[in-house]
C-alpha cells in the first residue's frame, strides 16, 4: 500500500510517503527558529507556518518519492493529541486529499506513532515488524514523558505519565535559567559533555516510588534555588558544564530507572525509547548500558526520528488499515487531549 501521512501536532511540519513498511520520502520542516524568539511554542505562528508549508511539503514528499497524488491508495494525518489549531492544519488537508481521491482515511493518535519509530530501522528505512516483541517504551519529548507497556502490535496500556512537566521543558528550563537559548535540551547536553555528572547532588524526583509516573517540576525548583544561592557557578565554563551534566543525570536516573523497573515487573524482553529528548546521548548511553546489564535488547529511534515526524504517523497508519482498522469518519474533529483509551 502507498500512504501519504501528515505531521502537525506541535512545532515540527512533516510529510512522509509510506510504501509496504517502507519510507519512501520524508521530509520536515522543523519551526525551532522562529519561536526561539519567544523562548517557546507560540500556536498562532505554528499554525500559520503549517498552513505556509504543507502543501509544498507534500509536492516535494511525493517527488521525492516517485509518485504523484493518484498513486496514493490512503491518507493518513496525525488527529490528536496537540495543538488544536496546528492539528487542524494537517487533519482537514489530509481529509480533503483523501475525499478528493476517493481513499481511505485515517486519524492516527500522536504518541502511539512515536511507539513504532523505533522499529524503522535500516536503509532505506523501513518498519522492522519482523523482529517485533513486546516491550515498555519510553516516549519523551518537550511535551510528553510517558512509559507504555506494548503488549503486541497495536496492543498498549500507558503505564505512567508525567504529573507536572515533561522531560523536554524540565531540560528546556533548566536551560533557560542558565542563560542558554532554546531550546535548551541539546545545548545542554552539548555543554554537559566533560562536565562532572556527581558535581552537584539534585533530587532523583520518584525513582524510588513504587508507581510509572514522573515528575519534574521540583527538579527545576531546585535548579532556580541552587542558582540563586551559588551565581558564581555561571561565570566559568568547567562549573557551567558540571552543572549541565549534574542535572541532566538526574534526569537521565530518574528515566531510566523507572524504564527499567517497569520492564523487569512486566517480564518484558525488549525497551524502546523515541521523543526529542531520546537524541540526549546521555540518556542513549545510560539505556543501553543499562538494558545491557539487565540482558534486554535496546531498540532506540534513530535521531533524525526521536523528534516528531510524519514517517512514524505513515508506518503506523499503513500498519492499521492492514490489520482492518476502521477508517476515521469525514466529519472527525482534531482530539487536542486524545485518550489512548478511546483509540
Ligand atoms: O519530540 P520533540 O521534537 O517535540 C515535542 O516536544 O513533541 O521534542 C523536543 C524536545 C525539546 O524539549 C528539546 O529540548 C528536547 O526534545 N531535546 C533534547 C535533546 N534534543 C532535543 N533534550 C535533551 N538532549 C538533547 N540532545
Ligand atoms: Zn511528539
Known sequence: MRLLALETSCDETSVAVVQDGCVRASVVASQIQLHAEYGGVVPELATREHLRNLLPLANAALRQAGAVAQDLEAVAATRGPGLPSALLVGLRAAQALAFSLRRPFLGVHHHQAHLYSPWITGQPPRADFARFEPNVSLIVSGGHTLLVWVQGELQHRVLGSTVDDAAGECFDKTAKLMGLPYPGGPELDRLAEGGNPAAYAFPR???EQDHDDFSFSGLKTAVRYFLRDHPAVLEAEATRRDLCASVQAALVEVLVGKTLRAARRLGVRCVTASGGVT???ALRRALAVACDQAGLTLRLAPPA?????????GILAERKL????PRTPWDAEVEPNWDWADV
Do not use: E, H, K, Y
Open 205 to 207: 524526583p520518584m525513582l
Open 279 to 281: 537524541c540526549n546521548r
Open 305 to 313: 526520528l526521536c523528534t516528531d515526524n510524519a514517517a512514524m504517523v
Open 322 to 325: 492492514a490489520r482492518g482498522a
